[in-house]
């Protein structure tokens, strides 16, 4: 499955300062989770993303799904099938595995590394011990039952990004970032 040409990224060694994000994905079931994670890969700046297994091929292959990824992540960011991920780890970067795992640090208390490796379990499983014991971090974020997959990667990227200097908060970035019909504005911000 793996491609000599989709290896990882090597971390941005021209800028230490930028960070570099990957995910990885363990057999993803549902086009409709991965679609949704592209899209968040997209708005919070991964770098690339790998997936193991064959379910998510028969599944986007048998029929057709809701279009989810909107913002076409999947045209700018590398969405990979490969047959390990330990193998797609690029150097430089930290693995952190999310999964509802005893023992576990909750996503609140942990500190990110600024180029990680997040590796993901199945919607309707765990991940496997040999990638939790590579591991550097296992983290899961504290709710009652589980979420879905790509909900998941979301409120870990956004995690990252609210623990993080490194992003924009101004006007500019909501009128770039926001649907071309809002036009709303906070009352306020009329006035002005």
């Not at 290896?7 to 300062?17: C, H, L």
């Not at 990824?69 to 700018?76: F, P, W």
């Not at 960011?77 to 595995?97: A, F, H, K, N």
């Amino acid at each position: 499955m793996s491609d000599p040409q989709n290896q990882p990224m090597p971390v941005n060694e021209t800028d230490p300062n930028k960070s570099f994000v990957s995910i990885g994905l363990v057999n993803p079931k549902t086009p409709v989770n991965v679609a949704g994670i592209m899209r968040a890969s997209g708005c919070y700046q991964v770098d690339q993303v790998f997936y193991t297994g064959n379910r998510y091929n028969y599944a986007v292959n048998a029929e057709p799904q809701y279009e989810v990824d909107k913002k076409q992540a999947t045209k700018t960011i590398p969405l990979v099938g490969v047959d390990s991920l330990l193998e797609q780890v690029p150097d430089g970067s930290t693995i952190v595995c999310v999964d509802l795992v005893v023992g576990a640090v909750p996503l609140p208390q942990f500190v990110h590394p600024q180029n990680a490796f997040y590796v993901f379990g199945p919607e309707d499983g765990s991940i496997p011990q040999q990638l939790i014991d590579a591991a550097k971090h296992v983290v899961y974020v504290p709710t009652v039952g589980c979420m879905n997959l790509a909900a998941s990667v979301n409120v870990l990227l956004y995690d990252r990004l609210a623990k993080s200097a490194e992003h924009q908060t101004d006007d500019e970035l909501i009128r770039k970032s926001r649907d071309n019909n809002n036009r709303t504005r906070v009352k306020h911000w009329l006035n002005k």
